[in-house]
């Protein structure tokens, strides 16, 4: 398992409770299993499910969570869908 870094901005920040967390986790799909869990719940996936999400700065587009593998000391950037965007 990694441990990786998870960011979180805007509205995933308030819907976090924090503005980063530590975790381990094997694919992005993981890790935000376990932000949910952590956070509590609901409020946090319902962001999480129309947010876009950046891994050591580069863009994770449209490919399914699960298949995205992280390596040890990833930092995933949270980014909510903003006004205009």
Do not use: C
């Not at 819907?15 to 694919?27: I, K, M, N, S, W």
């Not at 719940?41 to 876009?52: F, I, K, P, T």
């Amino acid at each position: 398992m990694a441990t990786v870094t998870i960011r979180y901005w805007a509205a995933a920040k308030e819907a976090a409770g924090v503005a980063e967390r530590r975790l381990t986790a094997d694919t992005l799909a993981d890790a935000l299993a376990a932000a949910v869990a952590a956070s509590g719940g609901a409020q946090l996936n319902a962001v999480l499910e129309r947010s876009s999400f950046l891994i050591d700065g580069h863009p994770v587009g449209r490919r399914a969570a699960e298949s995205v593998a992280l390596p040890d000391g990833a930092v995933i950037e949270v980014l909510p869908a903003f006004a205009g965007g």
